[in-house]
């Protein structure tokens, strides 16, 4: 198991930018694909983007691809999202999750179902 905790949330307004954060506590998080979720009240919770071990294998959901840049530090065992060009649609509670897999790349895991670990969560609110 890992710990996941997620910050970098807050209120901006549409148009502007907001870098999130999560920081998990695995001595080996360089063996963990790491994925961005995001929920509404009443829906489900959706895939935003995925990394894979490096740097050089994210996948995106459509709804956010262009805007957003998912990457990680492996040395500070730390995640990120840079969210750009933000829209009143992106207002959700964003959650970090992670799953341990010798799979290097991240376009396998896009469903909630394939990541066993989760943080709190953080809410980004965008006003229009």
């Known amino acids: 198991q890992v710990q996941l905790v997620e910050s970098g949330g807050g209120l901006v307004q549409t148009g502007d930018s907001l870098k999130l954060s999560c920081a998990a506590s695995?001595?080996?998080?360089?063996?963990?694909?790491m994925g961005w979720f995001r929920q509404t009240p009443g829906k489900e919770r959706e895939f935003v983007a995925a990394?894979?071990?490096?740097?050089?294998?994210?996948t995106y959901a459509d709804s956010v691809k262009g805007r957003f840049t998912i990457s990680r530090d492996n040395a500070k065992n730390t995640m990120y999202l840079q969210m750009n060009s933000l829209k009143p649609e992106d207002t959700a509670v964003y959650y970090c999750a992670a799953r341990r897999t010798a799979y290097s790349g991240s376009d396998w895991y896009t469903r909630r179902d394939d990541y066993n670990n989760w943080g709190q969560g953080t809410q980004v609110t965008v006003s229009s």
């Open positions: 990394v894979g071990w490096s740097d050089g294998s994210p």
């Open positions: 695995a001595q080996t998080f360089s063996s963990y694909t």
